[in-house]
């Protein structure tokens, strides 16, 4: 079981992630339109940063997957920077951190996610998909490209 809770981006188990996310980006999208976002960037006041934990490890360190959730000042949210460690990768990190961070979005009573994926990220896709997100255009700053998808769910 895991345990999904918003905390503070300074931490080393952050940065491992967010070194970890931006490894796999640069080797599946090289080239210009990588966006890596950094501790600091997670700290500004808009944006909630979620983490899920293994229920046994708690305290113990380990984080297993985290995702931000940026209020876009529009009564919608987005989803930035899901990732999940590799070693519990199929193990249900992914999903238990989406659906905690959903049922954040509905207690914060925005009436919409949005997220932008990368073609590549077919896994991610998936499970975007079984719980409930859609295709979309583009929004807020971003510009199609050749590498990105846009996704949304009305909560």
Do not use: H, W
């Amino acid at each position: 079981m895991f345990l999904v809770a918003t905390e503070l981006a300074d931490q080393p188990e952050i940065q491992r992630l967010l070194d970890l996310s931006d490894s796999v980006a640069a080797r599946l999208y090289p080239g210009a339109f990588r966006q890596p976002l950094n501790r600091a960037t997670l700290s500004r006041p808009e944006i909630a940063l979620y983490v899920a934990r293994n229920v046994a490890d708690i305290g113990a360190g380990r984080a297993l997957g985290c995702a931000a959730l940026m209020d876009l000042s529009d009564g919608t949210a987005e989803l930035k920077r899901m990732i999940v460690d590799p070693d519990y990768a199929g193990q249900g990190v992914g999903r238990s951190l989406l659906l905690a961070i959903l049922q954040a979005a509905r207690e914060r009573s925005f009436t919409a996610v949005l997220l932008e994926v990368g073609i590549l990220n077919v896994e991610a896709r998936r499970l975007y998909e079984s719980c409930g997100f859609r295709d979309r255009g583009p929004f807020g700053r971003y510009a199609q490209t050749p590498i990105a998808t846009f996704m949304e769910i009305y909560l």
